[in-house]
C-alpha cells in the first residue's frame, strides 16, 4: 500500500500561513504542468511516471537480465544526478551487508560506483575487487563530458578491453547519456554500445525515474515495474493544483514559511541505515535545485541514532537556524525481540518483549520532543514500508516538493549555473585546451 504522511504539527507553523500562498502555488502548478510537455523545457519528470518510453523500458529489462546473467558486479559510472537516484534506491532496497553477501544470497550482481571522485586510492581498490570477477559497465553522464566519469570510463573500458577483448567488451557496456550530444554519445555510437537515452526535458537529478537509475536498480534485482507503479500513484495523488488538498504543496510552502523565519538549513534524519544514500540524493536534490542567488535552504543529512552520538549535541543547542524533516517508515520489513537474562547485568530487562523496530520508534518520538523543545521546528514524513512502490512514490513526492518549493523561493531550480565554477578553475589548473 502507497500512503505517504506528512505530519507538520510540531513544525509551530499554522494551516492557515501555509494556505496563504494557494493562488502562489496554483499558478506554479499550471506553469509547470503547461512546461511539461515542451521538450526544450527541464520538466519532463512531472509525467514520466506514465510518460515514458516503453520500448526503451523493455530494453532495460531486457539488458539488465543479461548483465545479471554474465557479470558478478555492475560498475557505475556517474556523478551527481546520473548515479545518486540509482544508489538511493538500489541500498535501500538491498541487505545493509549486500557486499558480504554470497550471489545466490543476494540474487544479484553486487553494485559498486565509480567515476564520483577523482581519488586514485578508490580507483586502485576497485582494480584489484575486479581482478578475478566477472564484470560489465554502465556509463552515465547526460552531458557526456563530466571529467570525474569520463576518467574512470578511460580506465575501466582498457581494463574490460584487456580482459575480455574488444568484441565482448563491447557487449559488457552500457551506456547512457543525451540523445543527440555529448563525447559519450559520440563515442558510444562509434563503438556500437548498446544505449538509452536521457530524455531532454529532464535534468541530471530529477533522472532517477529513467534510464539513468532504472538499469542499475533493475540489474541489482529490484522490481521497476513496482518503482514506476509507485510513482505513479503519486503523480495521481499530488496532481491537485489546490494546496488544501494536495499534501506534497504544503510541504514545499511549510519549507519556505520557515526559511523566511530565518530556518535556513533543513536536517534530512533518517532512523534506518538503508535510507543513507536517499538522505544523500535529497540533499542533491534541493541543495543544486535552490542553493542560487544567494537564497536556499542548505540541506543536510544525519543517520540516526548513530548521529545523535555526534551531531545530536548542536542540533540540540547550536545555532537555531534549523528544521528537521524526519523521514521513516511505519512498518519495518523485519524485526527481532529482546530477550530475558537472568542475570540483567547490563540492566535491560525492562525491555524485555519488546521488539527493537519499537524502541528505534521511540527513540525517534524522544529525539523529536526534545529537538522541538529545543528550538527546532519538526515535519514527519513517513511511508508504510520500504518496498519498491513506496519508495517510487516518494521519489516523486520529493522531486515534485522541490519544483513547487524552489519555485516559491523564485529561483529556477532546474538548472545549477554555480556547478561550472570549479570546472573552469580545474581545466585551467589542468591546462585543459581552451582554458
Ligand atoms: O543534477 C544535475 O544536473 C547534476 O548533478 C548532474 O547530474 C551531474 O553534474 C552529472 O552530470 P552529467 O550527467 O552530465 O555527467
Not at 510540531?10 to 503547461?34: A, F, T, W
Request: proline share 3%; glycine share 8%; charged share 25%.
Amino acid at each position: 500500500m502507497v500512503n505517504i504522511k506528512i505530519d507538520y504539527e510540531k513544525s509551530g507553523i499554522d494551516k492557515k500561513q501555509i494556505m496563504e500562498y494557494k493562488e502562489k502555488v496554483e499558478n506554479i502548478h499550471k506553469d509547470l504542468h503547461r512546461r511539461a510537455d515542451d521538450i526544450d523545457d527541464f520538466v519532463g519528470w512531472l509525467k514520466l511516471p506514465e510518460n515514458y518510453d516503453k520500448e526503451e523500458f523493455d530494453r532495460i529489462k531486457k539488458s539488465a537480465i543479461k548483465i545479471q546473467k554474465s557479470s558478478d558486479i555492475l560498475l557505475v559510472i556517474g556523478i551527481g544526478g546520473s548515479y545518486l537516484g540509482a544508489r538511493a534506491v538500489i541500498e535501500a532496497m538491498s541487505s545493509n551487508f549486500s557486499s558480504l553477501q554470497s550471489e545466490k544470497q543476494r540474487k544479484a550482481p553486487q553494485i559498486l560506483y565509480v567515476g564520483n571522485n577523482l581519488s586514485p586510492n578508490y580507483i586502485n581498490d576497485l582494480i584489484e575487487v575486479l581482478s578475478d570477477k566477472d564484470f560489465s559497465i554502465n556509463v552515465i553522464s547526460k552531458s557526456g563530458t563530466t571529467t570525474e566519469p569520463a576518467i574512470a570510463f578511460r580506465i575501466f573500458r582498457e581494463i574490460l578491453e584487456n580482459k575480455y577483448g574488444i568484441d565482448e567488451a563491447r557487449s559488457r557496456i552500457y551506456v547512457t547519456t543525451d540523445k543527440k550530444r555529448g563525447a559519450l554519445k559520440t563515442l558510444s555510437d562509434n563503438e556500437g554500445y548498446e544505449k538509452f537515452v536521457i530524455p531532454d526535458n529532464v535534468g541530471g537529478r530529477f533522472s532517477v525515474l529513467t534510464a539513468v537509475g532504472l538499469l542499475p536498480i533493475a540489474v541489482a534485482g529490484i522490481d521497476i515495474d513496482k518503482l514506476m507503479q509507485g510513482a505513479r500513484l503519486a503523480q495521481d495523488k499530488y496532481n491537485d493544483p489546490n494546496i488544501k488538498y494536495n499534501d506534497c504543496y504544503q510541504y514545499a510552502v511549510l519549507r519556505n514559511v520557515l526559511y523566511n523565519e530565518n530556518k535556513t538549513m533543513e536536517i534530512f534524519a533518517n532512523y534506518e541505515p538503508k535510507m543513507h544514500y536517499f538522505t544523500e540524493w535529497l540533499k542533491q536534490l534541493f541543495g543544486e535545485s535552490e542553493g542560487k542567488e544567494s537564497k536556499g535552504i542548505f540541506p543536510v543529512g544525519v543517520d540516526l541514532t548513530t548521529d545523535l552520538h555526534s551531531m545530536g549535541q548542536y542540533i540540540q543547542e547550536g545555532i537555531r537556524n534549523m528544521f528537521e524533516t524526519v523521514l521513516y517508515y511505519r512498518t519495518t520489513n523485519s524485526n527481532i525481540t529482546i530477550n530475558a537474562d537472568d542475570d540483567n547485568l547490563d540492566g535491560l530487562n525492562y525491555l524485555t518483549g519488546k521488539d527493537l523496530d519499537y524502541v528505534n520508534k521511540k527513540a525517534m518520538e524522544g529525539t523529536i520532543q526534545a529537538h522541538v523543545t529545543g528550538g527546532v521546528p519538526n515535519i514527519e514524513i513517513s511511508i508504510e514500508k520500504l518496498d519498491e512502490e513506496n519508495i517510487g512514490a516518494l521519489i516523486y513526492f520529493f522531486e515534485l516538493a522541490c519544483g513547487m518549493s524552489g519555485s516559491v523561493l523564485g529561483v529556477n531550480p532546474f538548472n545549477q549555473p554555480g556547478v561550472e565554477e570549479y570546472k573552469k578553475n580545474m581545466f585551467k589548473l589542468l591546462e585543459k585546451p581552451g582554458y
